[in-house]
């Protein structure tokens, strides 16, 4: 990569890094699909919740998935018809609502866990901890500076 200009690595960046998300979410969702039959609008939220653990605000939820909220409504509906998750009035703000996993819920979210462990297992082996260590510190310095730019704009 030498003899390639600074600027086009830069503008190559962003290109590579949607591709790659794109190539590991269709993955992902083919490996669910043979397993369980979690769609990505299944399986995201859900593990999201998973993560954040019990009691997240659906406008929280709504952030960590860079959704809209009408949209996670309906993902949170079907979730709710399938009983893998339920809604509770936040005790903090009655007009809030929280959202909790049910114990098939949490039976899902721990066979996404199990399976993205064997997919991230399968897909990084050859990378060393030193090279994920130094992307998740650039990954983290440009999600700061979208945040900061997200943030003004919305002043």
């Not at 669910?32 to 593990?47: C, E, H």
């Not at 199990?114 to 897909?123: L, M, P, S, W």
């Not at 260590?133 to 002043?155: F, H, K, P, T, Y």
Request: aromatic fraction near 8%.
């Amino acid at each position: 990569m030498g003899s390639i200009s600074s600027e086009t690595i830069r503008s190559e960046f962003g290109v590579r890094l949607s591709r790659v998300g794109f190539a590991w979410r269709q993955q992902i969702d083919i490996e669910f699909k043979q397993r369980g039959g979690l769609t990505a609008s299944k399986w995201r939220p859900l593990f999201m919740l998973g993560r954040l653990g019990d009691g997240v605000r659906q406008k929280d939820l709504a952030a960590a998935l860079s959704i809209e909220g009408p949209s996670l409504v309906r993902l949170l509906d079907d979730l709710e018809t399938h009983r893998l998750i339920e809604r509770r009035a936040d005790l903090g703000d009655r007009r809030a609502k929280t959202i909790h996993l049910t114990p098939e819920g949490w039976d899902a979210y721990r066979s996404l866990k199990e399976i993205t462990g064997k997919f991230a297992a399968h897909f990084l082996d050859g990378i060393s901890d030193e090279e994920f260590q130094i992307c998740i510190g650039v990954l983290d310095r440009i999600e700061a500076r979208l945040n900061s730019a997200n943030e003004a704009e919305a002043a």
